[in-house]
């Protein structure tokens, strides 16, 4: 039996939450378990008398209320596996965020281009380390990085937004940019639109973004997205190793995202990768 916590500032689920919990749902009822909902700032004692094994999801970094049930369930030596914000424990499993990046870009690559522009939101970018380095290396490719910061509201973040990818549009002149995470991948894609640039025909856009956000304008997005489904998926299939005897510890586990071919990237046919004129 699972336990899924809910931060207590998460009372409107989230995307990300959601797909976090229809993950779980679908292991448990595969494995013939029920799956109990609960908030973090409900006391866990009553649990603790249970058999249960306890699928902590963290909704945020400074969730004091999640971090004492881990650190319970800890102490008690419980099974517990946390998935959501990394707080450094040592039974977690999360996206593979390192690969985000290296999945977009070489997509693009093996579609032919060699001049590729990135613009990622900052706190993304630092995060997930969104960045040349995460990127498979070839002598012919060449990686512009534009991040943009996404703090003082909306209509400012969408003005970083656009300002970054003017930048990269004049300075770098690719033929294939990678946008998001999001929302923001939307309106970097109405940013290119707006200015008369066809999507894909004069440039493949790959997104790093849920399903929520895989449409714009009647094209499919192609896109990466973080493999939330996936993660709780295997956080019960750890839970249930852990109850019948598999070790109290599940280590660190990264689960490699899903790149979804869609309609807002193309493969080059003639020669690839040169700077196009006119923008």
Same mark, same amino acid.
């Given at each position: 039996?699972?336990?899924?916590?809910? &931060?207590?500032?998460?009372?409107?689920?989230?995307?990300?939450?959601?797909?976090?919990?229809?993950?779980?749902?679908?292991?448990?009822?595969?494995?013939?378990?029920?799956?109990?909902?609960?908030? &973090?700032?409900?006391?866990?004692?009553?649990?603790?008398?249970?058999?249960?094994?306890?699928?902590?999801?963290?909704?945020?970094?400074?969730?004091?209320?999640?971090?004492?049930?881990?650190?319970?369930?800890?102490?008690?030596?419980?099974?517990?596996?946390?998935?959501?914000?990394d707080k450094g424990w040592?039974?977690?499993?999360?996206?593979?965020?390192?690969?985000?990046?290296?999945?977009?870009?070489?997509?693009?690559?093996? &579609?032919?281009?060699?001049?590729?522009?990135?613009?990622?939101?900052?706190?993304?970018?630092?995060?997930?380390?969104?960045?040349?380095?995460?990127?498979?290396?070839?002598?012919?490719?060449?990686?512009?990085?534009?991040?943009?910061?996404?703090?003082?509201?909306?209509?400012?973040?969408?003005?970083?937004?656009?300002?970054?990818?003017?930048?990269?549009?004049?300075?770098?002149?690719?033929?294939?940019?990678?946008?998001?995470?999001?929302?923001?991948?939307?309106?970097?894609?109405?940013?290119?639109?707006?200015?008369?640039?066809?999507?894909?025909e004069d440039l493949s856009?790959?997104?790093?973004?849920?399903?929520?956000?895989?449409?714009?304008?009647?094209?499919?997005?192609?896109?990466?997205?973080?493999?939330?489904?996936?993660?709780?998926?295997?956080?019960?299939?750890?839970?249930?190793?852990?109850?019948?005897?598999?070790?109290? &510890?599940?280590?660190?586990?990264?689960?490699?995202?899903?790149?979804?071919?869609?309609?807002?990237?193309?493969?080059?046919?003639?020669?690839?990768?040169?700077p196009r004129s006119g923008?």
């Amino acid at each position: 039996m699972v336990i899924r916590l809910d &931060s207590a500032e998460m009372e409107n689920t989230t995307a990300v939450a959601h797909d976090s919990i229809e993950g779980a749902q679908a292991a448990c009822v595969e494995a013939g378990l029920p799956l109990v909902l609960t908030r &973090s700032d409900v006391d866990p004692e009553k649990y603790l008398r249970l058999r249960y094994g306890f699928l902590v999801v963290i909704g945020a970094a400074n969730d004091a209320d999640a971090a004492r049930w881990a650190q319970i369930l800890h102490t008690a030596r419980r099974p517990f596996v946390s998935i959501g914000v990394d707080k450094g424990w040592a039974n977690h499993i999360q996206p593979d965020g390192g690969r985000i990046a290296q999945s977009a870009v070489e997509h693009l690559y093996q &579609s032919g281009h060699r001049r590729i522009a990135l613009v990622p939101r900052v706190s993304f970018a630092g995060k997930l380390r969104f960045g040349p380095e995460q990127v498979i290396p070839h002598p012919d490719l060449a990686l512009g990085v534009y991040p943009f910061e996404t703090t003082g509201g909306w209509d400012l973040c969408r003005a970083n937004l656009e300002e970054a990818m003017g930048r990269a549009m004049s300075e770098w002149q690719p033929t294939g940019i990678v946008v998001g995470p999001d929302q923001f991948a939307l309106f970097g894609l109405d940013y290119l639109a707006n200015r008369g640039l066809r999507v894909p025909e004069d440039l493949s856009v790959v997104t790093c973004c849920p399903s929520v956000f895989s449409e714009w304008r009647g094209l499919r997005i192609t896109r990466v997205d973080n493999p939330h489904r996936e993660v709780a998926r295997r956080a019960v299939e750890e839970l249930i190793k852990m109850g019948g005897g598999g070790g109290y &510890s599940c280590g660190r586990i990264a689960v490699a995202p899903a790149l979804f071919q869609g309609e807002t990237s193309r493969l080059i046919t003639g020669p690839a990768g040169s700077p196009r004129s006119g923008t």
